[in-house]
């Protein structure tokens, strides 16, 4: 019960958090809670996903 209620807080957090970047850094209105398909969070998600190792390979490949 408490490891769903941790779940579930979890997630409304990210939710909270990607709209709020969305509408200060980006001035677009995600309403993320409603919708979780948006384009934004789509690549957020893969961003967020991807490993340290292998975002120190991206960071420096650009700097070759």
Same mark, same amino acid.
């Given at each position: 019960?408490?490891? /769903?209620?941790?779940?579930?807080?979890?997630?409304?957090?990210? !939710?909270?958090?990607?709209?709020?970047?969305?509408?200060?850094?980006?001035?677009?209105?995600? &309403?993320?809670?409603? &919708?979780?398909?948006?384009?934004?969070?789509? !690549?957020?998600?893969?961003?967020?996903?991807?490993?340290?190792? &292998?975002?120190? /390979?991206? /960071?420096?490949?650009?700097?070759?």
């Amino acid at each position: 019960n408490s490891c /769903v209620r941790k779940t579930i807080l979890f997630r409304i957090s990210q !939710h909270m958090a990607l709209d709020t970047i969305g509408s200060c850094l980006f001035g677009i209105e995600i &309403n993320s809670l409603l &919708n979780e398909n948006t384009t934004l969070a789509y !690549h957020l998600k893969r961003i967020f996903s991807i490993s340290w190792s &292998n975002l120190m /390979v991206l /960071v420096f490949r650009k700097f070759k």
